[in-house]
């Protein structure tokens, strides 16, 4: 068994020979589950929602509605305006 220590921002440190034997990377994701009284780490891989060309779009129509945009004060104009748009 290995110790390590759960540091002042809730963060722990996972040793390095279970990093190995893993085989686990940088930034790699994990689901956290509790179950009795232990923590179980499970590392997930997570598919992106959109592909790149769609996130391409995607970022194409911000552009092109950008342009057409009214800049709206914060506080009661913008209040207005956004119960316009609800139905």
Partial sequence: MTLTKLKA???LTIPSEIVKKLRLRANELFAVD?????IKLTP????????PEELEAIDRIVEREKR???PRKAGKE??????????
């Fill in 68 to 70: 057409h945009a009214k």
């Fill in 34 to 38: 509790v179950e009795a009284n232990c």
């Fill in 44 to 51: 997930v891989e997570v598919e992106p929602r959109y592909a």
């Fill in 78 to 87: 913008f209040l207005d305006y956004v119960k316009k748009l609800a139905p």
């Fill in 9 to 11: 921002k809730n963060q």
